[in-house]
Antibody, heavy 120, light 108 residues
């Protein structure tokens, strides 16, 4: 059974960089897309972006200038960096595995989510 | 405004059928996937592709698509189906992905 676990600081100061890592266990990181999704308190889900196991990336245009998603296949991990954070970046951050098959895209495994608060 | 539009809230009587919709230009070309999210929990995939259910999802959940609208139908809604539901697909450019705004389902 594939499991994903987010890790990283729960509190980040304004203007600093939010950094999270997702560790994948129970399966290989190869041949899938690995995504970050966030959810501000009381609001809906927002797709942040993905990294393919080969390293190719795709980001939400509204966040593209501040986001880097990378993968480390040797550690079965992928990471999110979001720069110049503000209070609007306070959210539960989820990592998820995305399948792309026969034109269908869907998230079949999710992490439990980690709350990141931006505050001084 | 979201390029995948969902009704913010829908209600259904216990045991009745409810359809939750997602509208967007990209849905003329791409299927949506659907996620159920209960309070305090991570989302769970319930439907993907034309009408595919992951293992463990009850067969009362089904999906369909017509024109620019994707639909999630729950036939015989149960109390445990009360949750937020999100669609996910490409944006109108086709180059990026996005979620709909979500629909809060209340089972009366």
């Amino acid at each position: 059974q594939v499991q994903l676990q987010e890790s990283g600081p729960g509190l980040v100061k304004p203007s600093e960089t939010l950094s999270l890592t997702c560790t994948v266990s129970g399966g290989s990181i190869s041949s899938y897309y690995w995504s970050w999704i966030r959810q501000p308190p009381g609001k809906g889900l927002e797709w942040i972006g993905y990294v393919y196991y080969s390293g190719n990336t795709n980001y939400n245009p509204s966040l593209k200038s501040r986001v880097i998603i990378s993968v480390d296949t040797s550690k079965n991990q992928f990471s999110l960096k979001l720069t110049s954070v503000t209070a609007a970046d306070t959210a539960v951050y989820y990592c998820a595995r995305e399948v792309y098959s026969y034109g269908n895209r869907y998230f079949d495994y999710w992490g439990q989510g980690t709350l990141v608060t931006v505050s001084s | 405004s979201s390029e995948l539009t969902q009704d913010p809230a829908v209600s259904v009587a216990l045991g009745q059928t409810v359809r939750i919709t997602c509208q967007g230009d990209s849905l003329r070309s791409y299927y949506a996937s659907w996620y159920q999210q209960r309070p305090g929990q991570a989302p769970v995939l319930v439907i993907y592709g034309r009408d595919n259910r992951p293992s463990g999802i009850p067969d009362r959940f089904s999906g369909s698509s017509s024109g620019n609208t994707a639909s999630l139908t729950i036939s015989g809604a149960q109390a445990e189906d009360e949750a937020d539901y999100y669609c996910y697909s490409r944006d109108s450019s086709g180059n990026h992905l996005m979620f709909g705004g979500g629909t809060k389902l209340t089972v009366l």
